[in-house]
């Protein structure tokens, strides 16, 4: 069985804008990843300048859009989780729902409030340096380049201790 990986709109910019290698992402296809991103996400993603090129992948099916959340469910996870954005609210709303089909998944969620409220709900969450731990573990890269990759996010302003690139 595929695993899910249900990526949040900042997952998406530091692989496709500001680490320019969105080829490491999709390299999880390799080893049995699937990359949704749920409609928000998709929605969150149109002002990024790498848009087009996140939209060919989706096209193209290397991504899939997971089908729209009944706005019944989002208003009850917004009026729950009033300091989330769309986008995050529906990663957590499809973890709730491969969780409970017993699929194997895990939400990519970097903001500290929204891994919060996932793990309220005992969702699996891996963050951007998740992946890039991942991708290390899969040898897809080394140590040394999980690092650099890790601080050169640092510098753009993503925000986590850089000794979580060590």
């Known amino acids: 069985m595929a695993w899910k990986v249900i ?10 804008t500001e680490l320019q290698r969105p080829d490491l992402l999709k390299s999880l296809r390799d080893f049995g990843y699937e990359l949704t991103i749920p ?83 005992g969702l699996r969450i891996k963050g951007t340096i998740g992946i890039l731990n991942l991708l290390n573990e899969l040898e897809v890269i080394t140590k040394e380049q999980k690092r650099e990759l890790c601080l050169s996010l640092v510098k753009a302003g993503f925000r986590f201790p850089s000794e979580w690139c060590y």
């Open 7 to 16: 990526l949040d709109t900042t997952a998406l910019i530091a692989f496709y």
């Open 39 to 121: 409609r928000a996400v998709y929605e969150e993603l149109k002002p990024d300048r790498n848009f087009k090129k996140i939209d060919c992948d989706v096209k193209g099916g290397v991504i899939s859009i997971l089908d729209e959340v009944p706005e019944s469910e989002l208003m009850r996870l917004r009026f729950r989780f009033p300091s989330l954005h769309d986008g995050e609210l529906e990663v957590i709303w499809w973890g709730q729902k491969f969780h409970s089909e017993g699929e194997n998944y895990f939400c990519v969620l970097d903001d500290k409030t929204a891994r919060k409220s996932a793990s309220r709900f």
